[in-house]
Every structure is written in C-alpha cells, then in structure tokens.
C-alpha cells in the first residue's frame, strides 16, 4: 500500500489512548508505512472538520486515514478497507468466520460507548461500569475466545478484531486483571508476542 496518515488527537496526554490506536496497532502489525499525526481538538478543530467534510472524509471525526489522496474515516471501516487492500489478510477466511469479527467489532463499539457514558458520569455510573459492565463484556470476549484453539478470535490467525479487543483492554486497564479469564489470558500474551507488536509496544515505554 502507498504510505498512510493516520489522524488523531492526544488523549488525557497518553500516547494510546482511544480509537486511534487500534488502527496504529494494525498498522503496526502489517508493517505498514505510515505517519501518525496528532491533531488538537481545540477551537481550531471546528473550522477544520468543516474542511474535512468538503474534501470527502463525511463523517468529520477522528480517527480518519489518508492514503492516494483521499481521506477515509471511521475506526472500524478504516481496518476492514486496510486488510482488504492487503488481500483479506486480517478478516475471516468465509462469510461465516467474517460474520463472526463482525459481531465482536460490534460488541467493542458497544463497550466503548458504555465506558465514554461511565467516565463521564456520575461515580455510581463508573461503580457499575467496573463491577457489572466490564465483567460482561469480559465474559463475552472470554466465550469468543473459547470458541476454538485460540490464540486469537479465529484461531491462530489474528483479524482485525484482535487488535479492538486488546485495545480495548488495554484503555481499560484490564490487562492485568484477567487471571479468571483463561482465553483472554492466553490472548493478551499472544498477541504482546507478535514481533511488530512487541517493538511497538516497547517503544510506547521509551
Ligand atoms: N465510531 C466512530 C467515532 C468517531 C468519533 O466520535 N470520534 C471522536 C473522537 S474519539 C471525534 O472525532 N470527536 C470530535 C468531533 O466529533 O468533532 C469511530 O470509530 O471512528
């Protein structure tokens, strides 16, 4: 593929944290050429997004990707059109394993949304979030997971739906907390094994 710009912002200061960084991580896997550009969501960031969506990026949010001239958005749709361009390598070999990472995207946008409503409520909100709302999302993941060898959500071969579920730990900070998770364990190590993976995540701590 030609070179891509990934465009974000700098979440809470944190080189990771939200969507940006699932598309970093495929990015990253693929050993893709690439830039990450961070932008800010200042006052500024109004009359920009107004010209994203005259050149063509609809949606006028973050994340978005340009690569050939053209801008593209959405988390998700972004790391479906990147493993298309590179001949399916990171979806499902049939409709029915595809129906499957489909479903599990799904499930990560919806856990996402449950903690975006957590962490701005009130500290109820977040009490449920951590005691009711992670754990069956948890749950889920785990059932994914067991559903064949592992490591990964088809098997041994990692999808683009790996990298939303670490992710997606990882901005939870659940990483560390799955030891009554045994798939997602053995999950979580695979995948902070895989070569581009590992020097990505080493260089985060630098
Ligand atoms: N589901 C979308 C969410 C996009 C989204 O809402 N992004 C936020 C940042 S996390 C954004 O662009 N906020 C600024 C704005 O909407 O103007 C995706 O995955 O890309």
Redesign the pocket.
Known sequence: MEKITLYYFLVNNKATL??GENIKLLLEDAALEHEYVRLE?DEA?NNK?VQLVKEGLYS????YIEVGGKKF????PIMRYISVKLGNKYHGANDEENQILDSAADIIGDWFESAKLAFNGSNEDKKKYVEVDTPRFLDIFERYLSAQEGPYILGEKISYSDFLIYHRLDDDMALDRLADYPNLTKFVQSFVERPNIKKHLASLSK
């Open positions: 939200g969507l969501l960031w997004k006028g949010t973050l994340p958005g959405r988390t998700v």
